[in-house]
C-alpha cells in the first residue's frame, strides 16, 4: 500500500513538473515581427513556404548560404552585410526551421533539400551560384554539387557534417536520444544556451540576444517536430564517392577548436575532395561567421576572388 502511494506521488511530481516545465510554440506574428525583414521574404517554393533573404546586386555573382541544423538565416547576418555590397547574397531557412514552415511533405532527407534548392534558384533567375554551407548546410551543398556540377561556381564548406560518427552509422537512421524528443515538450533556455555554447571557442560569443534568437525560432510552430523528423529522416552514407564527383573549386573553412565537428575531420574532405583548399582557423568554434567574423571572411573573399 505504502509502496502505492509513494508511487503514485511520484507520478504526480513527474506529471507536476512537467507541466511547470511545459513549452508550448511561440506565437508566429511575434516571431515575424521581430525576425522577418519583409513580407516579401517568404516565398512559396515546391509548396512550402519558404523564408529567403536576397541582397546585393542582382547581376552581381551570387552567393547561396546554407545554414546547420537547429540554425536559420540569421547566422549568415555578419558575412551577409559584408558581401552584400560586391554579390548577390542569398539565404534561405530550411523548411522547419527559423521562419520557413514545417513542409508538408514530411520530407526532410537531404534529396527533398536539394530539390527545393535548384527549384529555389530557378525562381530567382540563377542558373549558377556559389554555394556556402556550414555544417549540416555544408552536407547539402557537397551532395548538391556532386549532383549539379553545372550549377555551382564554387563550394565553400564550413566544418561540413557527412562522414560517420557517434550516433550516425552509415546505412541507418540517427539515433535521437528519449530526451532529445522530449525538447518537444520540455525546451528551457538555459538547456538551450548549454547545448549551443560548445559551438564557440569563446563561449562569450553567445550572448543573451544570440540565445534568444535561437531560442525564439526553436519554438516557432512545427519547428520542433520538424528538426526531430530531419534527425530521424538522415541517413549517411559513404560521401567518398560523392566527393570524388565534385569538380568546382571548394574552399574548406574549419575552427580548430570546433567541439561538434572537430577539426581532425578535415582530413576525410581533403582526401577526397580533388579540387579542395583548406584554410584552418585558429581559436575558433563551429561557427566562425559568428564567432570571428571579420578574420573568417579574410579568406573567404580570398577564394572569391581567385581565379576558378
Keep these: 500500500m505504502i509502496r502505492r502511494i509513494l508511487a503514485a506521488a511520484v507520478a504526480v511530481a513527474i506529471i507536476a513538473a512537467g507541466v511547470a516545465l511545459y513549452t508550448p510554440d511561440a506565437d508566429q506574428n511575434t516571431l515575424r515581427a521581430r525576425y522577418l525583414a519583409s513580407p516579401g521574404d517568404l516565398r512559396t517554393i515546391e509548396g512550402t513556404s519558404l523564408h529567403v533573404r536576397d541582397t546585393g546586386p542582382r547581376d552581381a555573382p551570387a552567393l547561396i548560404l546554407l545554414h546547420g541544423f537547429g540554425s536559420s538565416l540569421h547566422t549568415w547576418e555578419p558575412w551577409a552585410r559584408a558581401l552584400d555590397s560586391t554579390y548577390r547574397v542569398i539565404r534561405f531557412d530550411l523548411p522547419g526551421s527559423g521562419l520557413s514552415a514545417p513542409d508538408p511533405t514530411g520530407d526532410y532527407a537531404d534529396m527533398r533539400s ?25 552536407r547539402i551543398a557537397w551532395s548538391f554539387a556532386a549532383r549539379y556540377p553545372e550549377r555551382v561556381e564554387k563550394l565553400v564548406l564550413i566544418s561540413p557534417d557527412g562522414f560517420a560518427s557517434p550516433g550516425f552509422e552509415y546505412g541507418k537512421p540517427a539515433e535521437v536520444p528519449f530526451a532529445l524528443s522530449m525538447m518537444r515538450y520540455v ?31 526553436m519554438l516557432a510552430p512545427g519547428a520542433r517536430d ?14 567518398v564517392p560523392q566527393l570524388q564527383k565534385i569538380q568546382a573549386p571548394t574552399l574548406l573553412l574549419w575552427g580548430q577548436q570546433d567541439a561538434m565537428i572537430p577539426f581532425s575531420n578535415a582530413a576525410d574532405y581533403t582526401k577526397a575532395l580533388p579540387h579542395a583548399t583548406l584554410v584552418p582557423l585558429p581559436n575558433v568554434g563551429h561557427l566562425p561567421f559568428e564567432e570571428s567574423p571579420d578574420a573568417s571572411l579574410v579568406p573567404l573573399l580570398r577564394f572569391l576572388r581567385g581565379a576558378n
Design 187 to 217: 525546451m528551457p533556455m538555459p538547456l538551450l544556451r548549454m547545448s549551443l555554447e560548445p559551438a564557440y571557442a569563446d563561449r562569450r560569443t553567445m550572448t543573451d540576444s544570440l540565445a534568444t534568437r535561437y531560442y525564439d525560432l
Design 114 to 138: 536539394m530539390q527545393l534548392l535548384a527549384t529555389l534558384m530557378d525562381t530567382l533567375g540563377l542558373r549558377r551560384a556559389t554555394l556556402i554551407g556550414n555544417s549540416m548546410g555544408g
Design 226 to 239: 520538424a528538426m526531430l523528423q530531419r534527425m530521424r529522416q538522415t541517413i549517411l552514407t559513404d560521401p
